[in-house]
């Protein structure tokens, strides 16, 4: 969905917006997470090998790391 990349460039309040100076440097990659599977044990993953998503609060709160992200 584009609008999470203008989100995340420019409103994301954890980092400096992107200046028009910084876009001839920027570059881009594609991570795909499929086959999600429910886990009964919170350790069952692997830092740089597995993305998560973590969900809770009726799935009102909810986060997804990349694998890459994660460590």
Partial sequence: MPEYAL???LKDTRFKPISLDEVPNLSVAV???VNFQKRDNIFDWEVGKHGIQIVFGNG???GTYLPEVAS
């Fill in 31 to 33: 991570s795909l997470l």
């Fill in 7 to 9: 989100v995340s460039a």
């Fill in 60 to 62: 009102f709160h909810r």
